[in-house]
């Protein structure tokens, strides 16, 4: 039930939908005064929320910053977790998204031996069977990549990230209690969620954030200031959805 319910409640978090509600609200409402307020209202949430500049300072104040891979110290495992990819079942392949840069980060501190072993968690995040397994997917095709069998290991129940903790450190407590010291790799955005999951679950983690927004340096493009991005529609619902999911799980005691 939670887990439907957070789905739910990922889709009102939208402000697309917010967009679509003010202006069929404005479409079929009949007191001017009110169709006159819903108008601007529509006008403001466009500008507001496609601006990539603004969307990029406030993810500043969320995103957790990265770090670079000369300043990041040997571990025993990365932490991997899912949520990157969409299976394919046309064409029957893994389709990356933008957050695979996970994987891609982490198979970069394998090679340059940072990492010795790469642990992948999760298996699906839709309700339904969409043909997704994550972890279990990945691992064949890094193992395709010439990456040893060996190396990386799956966590292949979760599907949330309170699940991503539990299970993940269920499963090095019982079957590699040799490992010290963990890396934990996913997106800057997800990150805060992340850390606290695990912190609860008593494993300390060094955090390696992925896949980044903000613009730190705030070196803009000129285009970024006054043309409107629908895409930044998209992104400030995942940034609402971790910022929202932050306080659910603390509620619920999961960090």
């Not at 789905?7 to 009110?34: A, D, E, H, T």
């Not at 029957?92 to 501190?109: H, K, M, N, W, Y």
């Amino acid at each position: 039930m939670f887990f439907f319910l957070s789905k739910v409640l990922l889709f009102m978090l939208s402000p697309f939908f917010w967009l679509i509600l003010c202006i069929g609200l404005y479409i079929f409402w009949k007191n001017q005064r009110w169709k006159k307020a819903l108008k601007w209202t529509s006008v403001g949430i466009f500008v507001f929320f496609s601006n990539s500049v603004i969307f990029s300072l406030f993810c500043g104040m969320w995103e957790y910053p990265g770090i670079k891979k000369t300043q990041l110290k040997q571990h025993d495992v990365a932490i991997v977790l899912g949520g990157m990819s969409e299976y394919n079942n046309d064409l029957d392949v893994l389709s990356i998204r933008r957050p695979g840069d996970r994987i891609f980060q982490a198979v970069t501190l394998y090679k340059k031996g940072k990492v010795k072993k790469i642990l992948i968690s999760g298996d699906s995040g839709h309700l339904g069977d969409h043909g997704l397994h994550e972890a279990r997917q990945m691992k064949e095709i890094l193992v395709g990549w010439g990456i040893p069998e060996t190396d990386i290991i799956t966590e292949e129940k979760s599907v949330n990230t309170h699940e991503n903790a539990k299970n993940t450190c269920k499963l090095l407590k019982r079957s590699y209690p040799e490992f010290k010291s963990f890396v934990l790799i996913t997106s800057g955005m997800h990150m805060r969620r992340a850390m606290g999951c695990f912190q609860k679950e008593g494993l300390k983690v060094t955090p390696y954030s992925t896949d980044l927004y903000t613009n730190r340096s705030r070196n803009f493009y000129w285009d970024q200031y006054i043309i409107p991005n629908m895409h930044n529609f998209s992104v400030w619902q995942d940034l609402l959805k971790e910022m929202v999911g932050y306080a659910v799980y603390d509620t619920v005691g999961y960090i």
